[in-house]
Structure formats: C-alpha cells, structure tokens
C-alpha cells in the first residue's frame, strides 16, 4: 500500500474506526496509542531485513520503524508498576515492512491479557468477527493449535522434520501422504481429532475453542497444518478469510512474549484486522 486512499475507501475507514471503537469500548477495551518506531532489538525478533527500514540513532540506541505492535504492547505491560488483571486494549497504526520497498500495512488491532481458561482467545476472535461483518458477513475462520504442531514435528528427526515443514508450507498432499499426514489438510475436525488422539497427542484445548466457536454460530474450520511466519505463537492461533480476498484479513494467536521476554507468566493473546488489504478492494 502506498499510503493513500480514495475518497471513498477515506469514508468507509474513518466509518469503520468509529464502529469499532464503540463496539471495543462497550466490550471494555481501552485505547493505547503505541509508538511508531521500536527498538531496533525488538525488529531483530521479527524481520530478518531490519537494515533497510528507516532508523533513527540516539547515544544509545537504533530505532526502525515498527514492522510488528505486539512486541509494543508487551513492553507496555511490563513497563507497568501496578498491574490489574485482565487488561483489554486496542491499538491502531501502521505497520512497515521491506518488499523491494518500503510498505505499510495500516491495522487495528486487540489484546486480551490475563484470562483464566479460554475465554481470551474465543472472546478475540468473535470480537474480530464482529468487527469484520462491518465490510462483509460471509466470512470463514481458520483455527490451529501451535503446541499441537510442535508434538507432531518432534516425531520426526531434523531431515525429515524439514521435508514435512515444507509440505505443509506448500500444501504438498504427495509429500504428506508419504508421512502418513495427509489427513492433516482435511477441514473435518471429527476426522483430525480422531487421528490426533490415536497418536497421542492431546487436542483438548483445540476442542474446547473449536467448539465454543461453533456455539456461536461461526464458521469456524480447522487448519492444524498451518505454519505462522510469526515466532512467538505458542497455543491457539487463527486466521480469517472473505471470498473477496485471496489472503488472511485478519490474524493473531496466544503468545508467550511476557514470559520469554520479561518473565511474567501471564497468559496473553490478541490478533490484528489488516485494513490496508480490505480498503484496496473497496
């Protein structure tokens, strides 16, 4: 995206801001405004191509433009003195990345940190649903565990472990079968949890989300072969489709960055809506 919109996807955008701050704000999300630099060390975690981002030197450290605002959001929540559990927040900005050259990606986006059981994820989730039905109603959610995946890879040695990460990245039906995984593909969750608790491997907590969602009345479908770019996914992860898009338009999961990064053990997930992409079809 180029930064700019035409004067009718600028109407659509400041309508749909407008829509979700007054449905965040009733489901008791408070705003944040994060900034539009981070540290260079944070880039480090989640780009491979942080030189060629904008940067600007103090005496002591690099700052680049923000290719990622969940990292900003946990040093948040670190950074406070006295903390109140759960804490609901919501951001929006752009987000920058390098693909010849420099793009943004404009998001909005939830966290929910400090919930019990699953309550956080499926309230993220059917949050952004609602959010979503703003542009369109038919839309599908994609579901995964990444504990679940991580069991399943640890099956396998590092050679193979490789040739089954690349078939599940490129969907290779032929690779998988050859591992006896195809099923892995299939959208039948009465299939795919058969076949995970014939290897062991508890999917209990998928279950639980699965389901809760389906009692909503969403169309919610399991993709437990999904791989995230994304590193610090560590439980149930998610990705929402329209037909009129040939991408995920919005995305997020459960993640441990307040525990490897700043040892607080607390639970935390979020997921981002990624306007850019919506507002270029309108």
């Not at 981002?53 to 990292?71: A, G, N, P, W």
């Not at 900005?93 to 986006?109: H, P, R, T």
């Not at 099923?183 to 995970?196: C, S």
């Amino acid at each position: 995206m180029n930064g700019f919109l035409d004067l009718k996807a600028s109407k659509v955008f400041k309508q749909f801001i407008v829509f979700a701050e007054e449905i965040l704000s009733e489901k008791g999300y408070s705003f944040i405004k994060l900034p539009m630099f981070d540290s260079f060390y944070n880039q480090m975690r989640t780009t491979t191509n942080y030189n060629e981002l904008i940067t600007i030197r103090s005496s002591k450290e690099v700052f680049v433009l923000r290719k990622d605002m969940t990292y900003q959001v946990a040093s948040y929540i670190a950074s406070l003195k006295e903390r109140t559990l759960p804490i609901r927040i919501y951001y929006e900005g752009e987000v920058f990345f390098w693909k010849n050259e420099i793009k943004s990606d404009y998001q909005l986006g939830l966290e929910y940190i400090g919930y019990d059981k699953d309550d956080g994820i499926s309230e993220v989730i059917d949050i952004i649903h609602k959010l979503l039905a703003f542009f369109n109603n038919d839309i599908f959610i994609y579901i995964n565990d990444e504990a679940i995946l991580k069991e399943l890879l640890s099956k396998f040695d590092d050679k193979h472990k490789e040739d089954v990460k690349y078939a599940l990245t490129s969907k290779n039906l032929n690779t998988l079968y050859k591992y006896d995984l195809d099923w892995m593909l299939l959208e039948d969750e009465n299939v795919v949890f058969e076949k995970l608790s014939a290897l062991n491997i508890d999917s209990t907590r998928l279950q639980n989300v699965f389901y809760i969602l389906k009692n909503k009345s969403l169309n919610v479908k399991l993709d437990i072969s999904e791989l995230k770019s994304i590193p610090y996914y560590d439980g149930i992860t998610f990705s929402f489709y329209s037909p009129n898009h040939p991408f995920a338009i919005a995305s997020g999961g459960e993640y441990q960055i307040l525990k490897n990064i700043y040892n607080l053990d607390i639970k935390a997930c979020g997921g981002a809506i990624y306007l850019s992409s919506i507002l270029e079809k309108i």
